[in-house]
């Protein structure tokens, strides 16, 4: 066990990443196609094939995602993570057309102090290209990929993961792109809001302050109220249950509890959170008992894959860039 998401059997993941643009892209594989549904709770989401993931929809199975920087822009890095896997011979056959389904989502990384102008392309979808091809069992997390770019209201967002076992057996993995308008931290820290889900001491081992003062309840955004659009956090969990498309559905509505439990505030109407849930479809569950007690552990490892994330991310190297968490409180 890793605490990543590709603790899954046959789960990849791949960053690609330019540092001058202060930006990047994560790609999430399958080794062969996954039921895979979405939950949307942020006001301003920006998501590719988002629709096709709804349970009335036809289409049930995806061959991966991809988490990307660079706001409507990103939506890009589907296209370069589709022509990689269109190169393996992956996806869905309809006569003699194969087509890779691959959904995706961005944040809102623009104003970082990376240089943006690009000229008339956009860089995502060579970035979704080179992250699918990049893609292992084994990833960095932190300013990585769609973290590279990422912010909070206090300290540098990134990218962060994690996994947990339910007591059958059955696999839940998650990662995530924390780019919040709110904080991952009670006040300024060392406090994370996950610290009653962490596992050992994977981002500090802080736990929670005594007493809670107004200070650490007082709300606190990102940037000015004109800024609030440089939100979003993106999470994608992958479990190894055999659900339907429904009930993977179902445990994207739970997991999207952990947002709530690791970000305050949360949800907010230009923040584009989502959940996109997938399972691959190999250990049996209980439609109703044991998809209670996945959720809920989903949930938990939502919240601390988002704690990961500022936990191990490092500021950028730019005047007046963001902090990172570890600047301050990690030695």
């Known amino acids: 066990m890793k605490n990543l998401i590709t603790d899954i059997a046959g789960v990849r993941v791949g960053h690609a990443h330019d540092a001058g643009l202060a930006s990047g892209v994560t790609a999430i594989l399958f080794d062969k196609p996954a039921v895979a549904s979405i939950d949307v709770r942020g006001g301003g989401p920006g998501i590719r094939d988002g629709v096709l993931l709804e349970p009335v929809n036809t289409v049930e199975q995806v061959d991966g995602f991809t988490l990307s920087g660079g706001s409507a822009f990103g939506l890009d890095s589907g296209g370069g993570a ?78 962060g993961s994690a996994s947990a076992q339910t007591p059958g057996g059955i696999m839940v993995g998650a990662i995530a792109a924390v780019n919040a308008i709110g904080s991952v931290t009670i006040g300024d820290g060392p406090w994370f809001w ?44 992958v479990t190894d249950a055999a659900l339907t498309k429904t009930q993977v559905k179902r445990l994207a509505m739970m997991a999207q509890t952990g947002f709530a439990r690791a970000i305050y505030p ?35 490892t939502v919240a601390r894959a988002i704690a990961r994330g500022v936990f191990e991310a490092t500021a ?8 990172a968490w570890r600047d301050r409180f990690r030695r």
Do not use: C
């Open 266 to 300: 949360v949800h907010a109407p230009l923040d584009g959170d989502v959940v996109f849930a997938a399972a691959t479809g190999v250990k049996p569950v209980d439609p109703l008992a044991g998809l209670t007690e996945l959720g809920a552990i989903a949930a938990n």
């Open 194 to 237: 996950s610290a009653p889900y962490e596992v050992g001491d994977e981002f500090g081992g802080h736990g929670m302050p005594q007493h809670f003062t107004p200070e650490m309840l007082a709300v606190k955004l990102k940037g000015a109220a004109a800024a609030t659009a440089e939100n979003t956090t993106l999470v994608t969990i």
């Open 316 to 323: 950028l190297p730019f005047a007046d860039a963001q902090p």
């Open 82 to 159: 589709q022509a990689w896997l269109a190169e393996q011979g992956r996806g869905f056959a309809i006569g003699n057309a194969t087509i890779p389904i691959v959904p995706g989502g961005v944040v809102f990384d623009m104003l970082n102090g990376g240089d943006k102008a690009w000229g008339r392309f956009s860089p995502y979808r060579e970035l979704g290209y080179a992250a699918a091809a990049a893609a292992s069992d084994d990833f960095a997390l932190g300013s990585v990929g769609a973290g590279l770019g990422a912010t909070t209201a206090n300290y540098k967002g990134g990218l």
